[in-house]
């Protein structure tokens, strides 16, 4: 008798060993429950211009409550707020600062205090957005109404051209349905959606449009270990320019940027009951050259990018 209680033991042991090896990592947040995050980036910008480095630092902070009001087997529907929306550069001395919190004037002579304004409307509406059980955002539900709604306040806009142009294109992608998706989606979309075990591997592909280039990201990740309620995940992602991206265009000039290539690292812990993040840190490292056309002359220019961003779960 002894010796079978021993091996019932034994088995119970084993089999709570095995649990632990294997987990349902989705988004699956408890209903009306809110769920706040947090995202700090920090990124350095090194161009080369007729021989000249010129340098630009920022930090971008910002924070969401998420909350799920429903559930279905393909996605969740949820509504998200951003809490604040905070962004400081600094140009080779020239220091500008973008913050929700300040208010804002939309029709103040100071682009800064413009887009202060455009960030605390953002941050005064709701966001009701579906996001699939992997994390990945799939539609901004009343996208159109909350753009139509901000963007219907850039007619005050009294800045001179061609800044007031270059605000207004600024605004419309800030609150355009897919800038909307990749704010959202940087908090959520890590998941491999599906029954996984420690050494598991998954692959996801996403266009990202960063600072109006449109970068192809594929991202390999794995899970490190099970312990617990907590997943520990490492994903590496190459990013290069999407193929035939169009160019950008600032103060008539034409920007392309076909050879840039780059890499994120990152390292994370999930909560496997909810299937969002505890804590992630990603670095980033982006290089490359932008050809620079206008009439009358064409250059290249090398730019170098290095960034971290850690996103956190705050109580």
């Given amino acids: 008798m002894k010796r079978m209680l021993l091996s019932a033991v034994a088995l119970l042991s084993s089999i709570t060993l095995m649990s632990q090896q294997n987990a349902d990592l989705r988004l699956n947040p408890e209903k009306n429950r809110v769920y706040r ?5 920090e990124q350095t910008i ?5 021989g000249n480095q010129q340098t630009t630092e920022s930090r971008v902070e910002y924070s969401i409550s998420l909350k799920m ?4 087997p393909e996605f969740i529907v949820a509504e998200v707020r951003f809490d604040t929306i905070m962004n400081n550069t600094n140009t080779m001395g020239k220091v500008s600062a973008v913050s929700s919190a300040a208010g804002g004037d939309i029709k103040s002579s100071v682009a800064e205090d413009v887009m202060s304004y455009v960030m605390s409307r953002l941050c005064s509406n709701a966001i009701f957005i579906k996001i699939d059980h992997s994390g ?14 901000i963007l219907r306040d850039t007619a005050s806009i009294t800045l001179d051209e061609p800044l007031a142009a270059a605000v207004k294109g600024q605004i419309a992608a800030t609150v355009g349905s897919e800038n909307l998706k990749t704010m959202i989606g940087g908090f959520t979309w890590y998941l491999p959606g599906k029954q996984v075990a420690a050494g598991d591997v998954w ?7 960063s600072g109006g280039m449109m970068l192809a990201v594929t991202t390999t990740s794995r899970i490190e270990s099970l312990t617990g309620n907590k997943a520990a995940i490492t994903a ?25 290539t780059g890499l994120n690292k990152s390292n ?17 490292r982006i290089s490359g050259n932008l050809g620079v056309s206008a009439p009358g002359f064409s250059m290249q220019m090398p730019m170098d990018i290095n960034g971290e961003t850690r996103v956190t779960a705050l109580q």
Avoid: C, F, H
Avoid at 37 to 41: A, D, E, W
Avoid at 46 to 50: E, P, R
Avoid at 239 to 245: H, L, Y
């Fill in 46 to 50: 090194s161009q080369t211009i007729n």
């Fill in 136 to 149: 990945k955002p799939l539609e901004v539900v009343n996208a159109k109404m909350l753009s139509d709604m």
């Fill in 37 to 41: 995050l947090k995202s700090v980036s």
């Fill in 203 to 209: 692959v996801t592909d996403e266009q990202v449009n």
């Fill in 69 to 72: 009001l429903d559930s279905t």
């Fill in 236 to 260: 590496e992602s190459k990013i290069k320019a999407v193929e035939n991206a169009a160019p950008m265009k600032s103060g008539g000039a034409t920007i392309t940027y076909d050879n840039l």
């Fill in 268 to 284: 994370m812990v999930v909560d496997t009951r909810t299937g969002l993040i505890i804590e992630n840190l990603t670095k980033t």
